[in-house]
């Protein structure tokens, strides 16, 4: 399968499979480790001395005397990583951007301004013709389209949101917009370059052609806005904020139970509301559905604003656990809302091994995360290693790859180009 030399110990439906990425925070970098999780080899070029900027995300922890960013030991791992003053500038620097793009499958980037480093993406193709090239910023490159002084603002994951039009429509419609936690259009962003960069490398299999991919963050934040621009082309209608609960349809919502838990409970159609009256014990001929969910103007009804309060007051009169099993024998949607501790200590992650230990890099001892997903019958992921210390795989990279001696990586270090 491996007909290169690889650093990794091969694995998963991506193993043969070589990504360099370059940049920090948080859609590329999280969208490599993904692809590292089920078996690509990623290279991930940081600068030396300050590195990715996911390393300085608070919250820490502190371990042995040793302090890590929580983000950091859960997001980068399984990564290669290695310091290089990314300048194309400097001809040594050159030499081996040029030869890792020789040896890679994928280069991605989300560090926008490419030119000023020399970056080109014409030039890396006559490098490897077969090359996959990604871009991810927040407003996409004007190659692609767009008003060119839009394409080179700067952006982070609130402005995607704020762009695309999604930050308006969260939270309540008497308060100001909340900005989705965490990350939202950062990890939506990510999957997004998950779907180009496999369709790309797919499309390379086939015809042997590489390509560029343009991933702006506002456009994957705008393909999750479900009917939003259509309900304003179709029907000039604009959406507003509504908070947790639906105006279309009833129960959804997040309600309290009496021990002080809050439990998100959703119906939705006719037969699971149908499901949802008879599981609560209400009069489904006085509460029925076309007179109280089928539509914005029954659940805005007197009849319908009834029907909220008794959920509210059935709801209050049973503790979180029973609302969840009385649901749960009705099949009806319904979970409480977990924190981080109870979603570790939940029973259903466990049984479905999604907390995992490995090793981390920085603290060097073993931390407990999130696991891989999503399962695989034949080919699953693993974590082979834990987040890398910044430059922990430079000169093995350098010698194993591109044939480096001791004698001139001395000298790249001396420069303080690695």
């Keep these: 399968m491996r007909d290169r030399t690889f650093i990794i110990p091969e694995f998963g439906p991506l193993a043969g499979m070589r990504i360099i990425d370059s940049g920090s925070l948080i859609a590329m970098p999280f969208a490599a480790t993904m692809l590292a999780d ?19 995300m608070a919250p820490f922890a502190t371990v042995n005397g040793k302090k ?14 290695m310091t290089l003053e990314l300048n194309l500038r400097h001809e040594e620097v050159k030499e081996i951007f040029y030869g890792l793009i020789k040896e890679a499958d994928v280069f991605m980037e989300n560090m926008v301004w490419l030119e000023k480093l020399g970056i080109y993406d014409e030039e890396l193709l006559k490098v490897n013709p077969k090359l996959v090239i ?18 080179n603002r700067a952006s982070y994951d609130m402005i995607g949101q704020a762009f695309s039009g999604w930050l308006y429509l969260q939270g309540d419609p008497d308060r100001d917009p909340s900005v989705s ?33 343009d991933v702006a963050q506002f456009e994957a934040m705008a393909q999750y806005m479900c009917g939003t621009y259509t309900s304003y082309t179709m029907a000039g209608k604009i959406s507003e ?35 949802f009256i008879q599981g609560v014990g209400f009069d489904l001929d006085y509460f029925n559905y076309e007179d109280c969910s089928s539509g914005i103007e029954a659940v805005a009804s007197p009849k319908g604003r009834e029907l909220n309060r008794k959920v509210i007051e059935w709801c209050a009169s049973l503790t979180a656990a029973e609302i969840e099993r009385k649901m749960e024998e009705a099949r009806v949607p319904c979970a409480v809302l977990n924190t ?29 995360a999130f696991g891989i997903a ?25 010698k194993t790859i591109l044939g480096y001696d001791d004698a001139k990586i001395s000298s790249l270090r001396e420069k303080g180009l690695i």
């Design 181 to 213: 936690k965490p990350y939202t259009n950062d990890f939506v962003s990510a999957f997004a370059v998950l779907f180009g960069t496999l369709s790309a490398y797919i499309n390379v299999q086939k015809t042997g052609r590489g390509q560029v991919v």
């Design 38 to 56: 089920f078996g690509a080899e990623v290279i991930h070029i940081e600068r030396p001395g300050v590195g990715d900027t996911l390393r300085l």
């Design 134 to 151: 990604v871009h991810v910023s927040g407003l996409g490159h004007k190659e692609f389209g767009g008003v060119p002084s839009v394409c």
């Design 68 to 81: 890590v960013s929580t983000a950091w030991a859960q997001d980068a791992r399984n990564k290669l990583s």
């Design 374 to 398: 999503p399962k695989m019958s034949e080919t699953p992921g693993k974590v082979w290693r834990g987040a890398p210390k910044l430059g922990q795989d430079t000169e093995n990279i350098l």
């Design 241 to 275: 904020r509504s908070g947790n609960a639906s105006p279309a349809f009833q129960p959804y919502n997040i309600f309290k139970s009496k021990d002080g838990f809050l439990v998100a409970l959703g119906a939705f159609g006719p037969g699971v509301y149908k499901r």
């Design 340 to 368: 981080a501790k109870s979603a570790f200590e939940n029973e259903h992650f466990k049984s479905r091994n999604d907390w995992i230990t490995y090793e981390d890099q920085t603290v060097e001892t073993e931390i407990t």
